[in-house]
Each structure stands twice: as structure tokens, then as C-alpha cells.
């Protein structure tokens, strides 16, 4: 089944072959993905160009940048063309969007474009955001306060710094938390404007 979609994916492609030329810079690249999934948005109304800006797209490619050097510099990490098309290898085995994906695919225009511009930034955040929250020597003081906390709960007391709540439905009693009502009255959701997501941010749900 796999084997039968990649051949599909890969006759697909080959039909478009020439489409769209590889971009020049990660921020164009950056772009024309976005672009590519606006098809697939739900009620996008609004022209793609009034929802997204250059400017956001150049922001956006100076992060990933800073990323590979951080993986590098900070964790010893460096994304070699051969990870990214393994990266990409990946994405066509298990990708849960395969219309979204070749769509993709074709806005960038050749397999190498595509390895470097979507599979190496995705794959420098997966392992950025991995590194980081393994590493024992960024994370020594938070551990260390969780430790000591245990310790004082084991012991009986209460950690420094512990905000302790007084229940009002046992007056007099101490709790950690306040005792929730059997039937709670939910609020209206407020309606907030929030951030675009773009791509990479969502490509470990989408892909």
C-alpha cells in the first residue's frame, strides 16, 4: 500500500516536472508552501497576499536559520543533505496529508529544493526542540527544584515558594487546590486573534 501511493506520488510529479522553478532563498521557499496549502484551507476567503506578508516569511527563515546554527554550536548537531532526503523519505512513507504533500512538492519545483528548503527546516526544529529538552545541563536548576520539592512533600512540609489555597466549601481547611463544584458553570470562549501558524510549526501534525 505505501509502495503503491509513493509510485502514485512519484507519477504525479513527474507530471508536473518543470512547474515551478527551485526558489532562490529559504523565505521564498518558505512562501510558496504556505501558498500551496492556502489551497487546501478551509474558507480562505481572502487573497493569499492579504493574509501573508514577505516580510513575515523573511522572519520566519532568519529563525530556522538561527536553529541550524544553534543545533550545531550548542548540540553538535549538523543537518547533512543526506538526513534531509532521508527527512523527505520519511514524509513520503507516513505523511498524512498526501494531497497537501505533493502540492508542496510541486510549488517548490525539484526534489533537491525540496529536501533543503522543507525537509532540512523541519528536521532542524524536530531536533532542536528534541536536544533541548533532553539536555541535563540546561534543565539542572528546574530538576533540582523539583527534587527538593518531592523531598519536602515526602517529608511532610511544603515546598518554598508553595502557593496553598484555602477551600471555600471546607472553611478552615487547607488545600493545595479548591475543591471543584459537582455541575461548573462554563464561561462563553472568548474569541482571541491568534497567530498564524505557518508550515514548520505545524508540519509534525500535518505531515
Known sequence: ??????????????????VSAPPEDLASALMAVEKARYAFTVASSRPFEEVYSRAMFEARARRLEAERRVLFSRFGI?????????????????TKAPEQWAAIQRAIGS?????????????????VRSSFSLDPTIHAAPHEEAR????????????EGANRRRSPASPGTDRPFPRRSSSPTRRPAESKPGRVR???????RSW
Open 1 to 18: 500500500m505505501i509502495r503503491s501511493t509513493a509510485l502514485a506520488w512519484a507519477l504525479l510529479l513527474s507530471a508536473h516536472a518543470g
Open 78 to 94: 549538523e543537518v547533512t543533505p543526506a538526513m534531509e532526503a532521508e527527512e523527505c523519505a520519511r514524509i513520503d512513507r507516513s
Open 111 to 127: 526534489r533537491g529544493a525540496v529536501e533543503r528548503f522543507v525537509c532540512g527546516p523541519a528536521l532542524v526544529g524536530r531536533l
Open 148 to 159: 527538593a520539592a518531592r523531598k519536602a512533600f515526602l517529608s511532610g512540609g511544603s515546598p
Open 198 to 204: 505557518t508550515t514548520h510549526e505545524a508540519a509534525a
